[in-house]
């Protein structure tokens, strides 16, 4: 029961996007389309869910050595390393998806959503139900769960996106401000599961 509220925890009410803010570059530019929303949910999810079982690892190496110093660098390389992976497999298996991500793939490497809960989880400071250790079992399903959530996150904005450039919106509104108006009326209604857990 206490894993299932890791997800609960992270998908809906510690939202990585809607309540931390972290992953806002991505969330607003690679919402236009749910298609597209699809594909970067679901490379973030890939990307997180290994780096942060690779950067749990490499932090216990650092920390053995005393050069804890060098962890936001090295978690940079891994996390660029997964990436250029990604780049190369979506390249070869969907072009179509890799045109369409564009430019917000690379961003991936510097997505703060994916260095910020890797570092939370290297060091022990993600949020967990009472009663739960952090351990790598404990991180991996935080990280998978908060990839989850941002992909949730994701694909509810798209889908509002879409169906806001059918409707009638004021001339000022059109674009950016009617987006960032979205993001916030949708962040007020994730804020909505706090009382769950």
Same mark, same amino acid.
């Given at each position: 029961?206490?894993?299932?509220?890791?997800?609960?925890?992270?998908?809906?009410?510690?939202?990585?996007?809607?309540?931390?803010?972290?992953?806002?570059?991505?969330?607003?530019?690679?919402?236009?389309?749910?298609?597209?929303?699809?594909?970067?949910?679901?490379?973030?999810?890939?990307?997180?869910?290994?780096?942060?079982?690779?950067?749990?690892?490499?932090?216990?190496?650092?920390?053995?050595?005393?050069?804890?110093?060098?962890?936001?660098?090295?978690?940079?390389?891994?996390?660029?390393?997964?990436?250029?992976?990604?780049?190369?497999?979506? /390249? /070869?298996?969907?072009?179509?998806?890799?045109?369409?991500?564009?430019?917000?793939?690379?961003?991936?490497?510097?997505?703060?959503?994916?260095?910020?809960?890797?570092?939370?989880?290297?060091?022990?400071?993600?949020?967990?139900?009472?009663?739960?250790?952090?351990?790598?079992?404990?991180?991996?399903?935080?990280?998978?769960?908060?990839?989850?959530?941002?992909?949730?996150?994701?694909?509810?904005?798209?889908?509002?996106?879409?169906?806001?450039?059918?409707?009638?919106?004021? /001339?000022?509104?059109?674009?950016?401000?009617?987006?960032?108006?979205?993001?916030?009326?949708?962040?007020?209604?994730?804020?909505?599961?706090?009382?769950?857990?």
């Amino acid at each position: 029961m206490l894993y299932f509220l890791i997800f609960i925890s992270a998908i809906f009410v510690n939202n990585i996007v809607l309540s931390q803010f972290l992953g806002i570059c991505p969330f607003l530019g690679v919402s236009k389309k749910i298609d597209t929303a699809l594909g970067m949910g679901a490379a973030v999810t890939f990307v997180l869910v290994l780096a942060t079982i690779v950067t749990y690892l490499l932090q216990m190496l650092l920390d053995a050595y005393g050069l804890g110093f060098l962890q936001t660098i090295l978690f940079i390389l891994v996390i660029a390393t997964l990436v250029q992976m990604i780049e190369i497999i979506l /390249k /070869k298996i969907s072009p179509s998806l890799y045109q369409a991500l564009g430019v917000f793939l690379p961003l991936i490497t510097t997505n703060c959503c994916i260095l910020g809960v890797a570092i939370l989880v290297a060091n022990g400071t993600s949020k967990l139900p009472e009663g739960l250790d952090h351990n790598l079992l404990t991180g991996t399903l935080f990280a998978l769960a908060t990839a989850l959530g941002f992909a949730i996150a994701l694909v509810l904005f798209a889908g509002l996106r879409e169906q806001l450039r059918r409707n009638d919106v004021p /001339k000022a509104m059109e674009g950016t401000p009617i987006a960032l108006i979205t993001a916030g009326i949708l962040a007020m209604a994730f804020m909505g599961f706090s009382g769950v857990i």
